[in-house]
DNA sequence: GATCAAGTTG
């Protein structure tokens, strides 16, 4: 061992000798030693104490090819992988540098080069290696780096003829080489092929489990890695950090986190702060809020994912207004957010019903200011977050002058189109994409529900059946959901059926919830019994189904089993999610409730209100009561009907605005269809433009119509 | 020498 505090001493004596010649001469110290070096550079714990070493190297062993190698790792390791690759570079160039024969050296230089991200090259010089007259005899250190820059590579054509090759020459039980290659077909995607590897072996380490289990978390199959976590623990192997860095992302329920966060504390790794902040993440995913706020709390040194962590927790429990003060308060403490913690804050402004376009435009002003824009996936939910604020138009001009766009931008574009009724729009850009990349399931979804949205069947069905023929995409139960929906906005119920039955999958209740929503606006026994016998078995939980479903009977004039779903829904201890309607006004959001009484300007609210429904009527409104409670009499029903959230919000606005602006209310759950009908006319009678978020698309109301032609 | 490490689309 060469303790790195004598390295630098020897250096600095050795350095000091030409300044300060001693009185009696005695022969200058020699250089230390290569094997201290790469010592002192594997220890090396910044780049302020690895450059001086770097120096030194280039002073005392320019050629030694095993200190290049520790230099390049320690660069890559330290954040500069480009630094420690020149350093490399000479001998990847022409390989009878490296000594034919000496397997170490070969191995050293392909493992530098992978580190170094320069994969290409790594697996170059590995074909070189093998090559008649090559390098040398590759061996079970050759092929873990080698089949990560096969990984990395996306090559797993490459990967498949490497694994021939340690099975030729007898590594490929070897645990290192037989872990690296489960984790190859894992990032394949041959999660089947990892799974036999895996299976097939006799002795397993603790990176096996792991890899295994990483490998099923990566290819979709959460429950699974969780099941072998648990298989891994009965057969008594001790899991570590990676261990669980790698399960924690598959736990969506409580007990499951209570149970790994009491096993991270017995096996004592709890005050890392990277494994803080994954069980941060973990009970964000159960929607433990509270719990993931007392852990940020308790974190000492938080480092930025900590910040970020939380943010992102704030955000997917939609509470926008404390992800946006934990955003400032960390700028005031002079932590510099980075993209990570932007798309968090950003998300949130996107989904959140308490965030305004101004949230959006402040947002993307941070992400200007801070260089951040430049970064596709910010830049990518930027432009989400101004679709969702109801901005196609600063959505569309920043989606034109990016410089790259990935299939998310191209995806997220097309059903900004979609969610507002602008399926034209979206179908064009759709074929503009298809001429530059291969759409996916998802932009499928996005350009199908585009379609259902504006009512283009033809183009609808077009793009369905392109999607198999042409493009070889599997449809999922999202893609018959928006076509079962086509079809039920086309009032044509019975093929609606005809289609669910001849699905190859198994219809699920996306798909039921389709002809469910056809059923509102073509109200049918029949079919309604049909989706909610299925819905209430697959999902009986959903309270807004429920309350669709009992409006439907009232529409069909079945009194009796309305009050009849009610009651089911308060057996099933189903609760009603209330409904609200947020407006913006001055930079301040403003909320209402059913009935609210607590804005300042309540009684005039209503007053206008009044007003404003007698004006509709001459228009020709007829309330319909088919979306009031049902256990009152009709002109409670009526009035009921008028204090609606989404009524009181709009009032409110028309109160409070210039006569020409345009209104932007939203509101958390589906608009109710009464307050539709109601707005519409009230755009017509006060010329005013009202846009309309509600959970599942944008309504632009304007002279008495809507944009989704009232299908939604 | 192998595993993990805050994250955008319906």
Known sequence: MFPRSNVFRALHQWRSVPDAPPSHPLPPPLPPEPSSFVTAVRSSASLRVLKPLHAAVLRHHPDDLVLSVALACRYSQLGLPRAGLSLLSPAAADPSLVPAGDTFLWNLLVRGLVESGAHDRALALYRQMREPRGGAQPNNFTFPPVLKACSYLGDFEEGVKIHGDAAELGYESDVFVRNSLIAMYSKSGAVDTAKRLFDEMPDRSVVTWTTMIGALAQNGHPEEALALFRRMLEERVRPNRATFLTVMPCVIRCDDADDLHKLIIRYRLESEVIVQNAIMGMYSRCGKIEQVRKLFDGIAEKDLASWSSMIEAYARADMFEEAMKLFRNMKLLEIVPDRVTLLGVTRGCSNSAVASLRHAQLIHGFAIRSLLIEDLMVETAVIDSYVRRGSLNSARRIFDQMREKNLVTWSIMISGYGMHGRGVEALELFNRMKCLMKPDHITFVSVLSACSHAGLIDEGWQ????????????????????????????????????????????????????LLGACRIHPDAKFTELAATSLFELDPQNSGRYILLSNIYTSLGKIEEAHSIRVLMRKRGVKKIAGYTVIELNNKLYKFLVGDCSNPQSDLIYRELERLMDRIKEAGYVPNTNFALHDVEEETQVKSLYMHSEKLAIVFGLINTRPESTIRVHKNLRVCGDCHTATKFISKVTKRKIVMRDSHRFHHFSDGECSCGDYW
């Not at 039920?488 to 219809?507: D, V, Y």
Request: charged residues 25%; negative net charge; aromatic residues 10%.
């Open 463 to 514: 793009c369905f059946n392109s999607m198999t023929t042409e493009f070889g995409i599997v449809a999922h139960s999202e893609h018959y959901a928006c076509m079962v929906d086509l079809l039920g906005r086309a009032g044509q119920l019975e093929k609606a059926r005809e289609f669910i039955e001849k699905m190859p999958i198994k219809p699920d209740c996306s798909v039921w919830g389709s």
